[in-house]
């Protein structure tokens, strides 16, 4: 158990349809990291948030969005599904020393992931 | 960007033999090499991982080697066991102070009892 938690773990929806996904960090980690896992893409990085604020993006769609609240848990926001979004969606924490461009604190555990599913 | 490749996609192996699992990356930058496993129905797991600073890096039965100038690193498992059979990802970060993990496609170890 990596102390990564995410919520749901599989959702089913429908094209059009939006859903959000949420994760908490292990106790004591600022950053949080989502990617996403399909067949054709492998694991892709989407976005990372240190301590409430957007530090870096990916390739994430514009239709795709996410958040960090002050306690640190972070929500996926994804609108207008379409089926290539079906996929594997997972958080990662890590310590995330604000500033400190060496790797130090870049150690990334991974949550359990959340199954996306658009019919 | 940075760009790694992973090979081989699939491996398979006798139980008790050794494992090897060869990455490249792109950016010379890139300073932080983990490497992940990943069982069905579950998210990666790190295993081990290696910086830059660093040659190689051992725990029990699994090493990591790194050769800067090559700019490619290796997984290394020994003493292979059924439980060993996973998908394996390399991945790299730190290139221009970036924290994002850049994967490889990944590698499907078999362990044959």
């Known amino acids: 158990d990596s102390g990564v938690t995410q919520t749901p773990k599989h959702l089913i929806t429908a094209t059009g349809q939006r859903v959000t996904l949420r994760c908490s960090p292990r106790?004591?980690?600022?950053?949080v990291y989502w990617y996403q896992q399909s067949l054709d893409q492998g694991l892709q990085f989407l976005i990372q948030?240190?301590?409430?604020?957007?530090?870096a993006k990916g390739n994430i769609l514009e239709r795709f969005s996410a958040q960090q609240f002050p306690d640190l848990h972070s929500e996926l926001n994804l609108s207008s599904l379409e089926l290539g979004d079906s996929a594997l969606y997972f958080c990662?924490?890590?310590?995330?020393?604000?500033?400190?461009?060496?790797?130090?604190?870049?150690?990334?555990?991974f949550g359990p992931g959340t199954r996306l599913t658009v019919l | 960007g940075e760009n790694v490749e992973q090979h081989p996609s699939t491996l398979s192996v006798q139980e008790g033999d050794s494992a090897v699992i060869k990455c490249t990356y792109s950016?010379?930058?890139?300073?932080?090499f983990p490497w992940y496993k990943q069982e069905l129905g579950k998210g990666p797991q790190l295993i081990i991982d290696?910086?830059?600073?660093?040659g190689e890096k051992k725990d029990q039965r699994i090493a990591v080697t790194l050769n800067k100038t090559a700019k490619h690193f290796s997984l290394h498992i020994t003493e292979t066991q059924p439980e060993d059979s996973a998908v394996y990802f390399c991945?790299?970060?730190?290139?221009?102070?970036?924290?994002?993990?850049?994967f490889g496609q990944g590698t499907r170890l078999t362990i044959n009892p």
């Open positions: 990662a924490s890590s310590v995330g020393v604000r500033g400190r461009a060496s790797s130090t604190y870049n150690e990334q555990f």
């Open positions: 950016d010379s930058a890139s300073n932080y």
């Open positions: 991945a790299a970060s730190g290139g221009q102070g970036a924290q994002k993990l850049v």
């Open positions: 948030y240190y301590n409430g604020e957007e530090r």
């Open positions: 106790s004591g980690d600022l950053s």
């Open positions: 290696i910086r830059s600073n660093v």
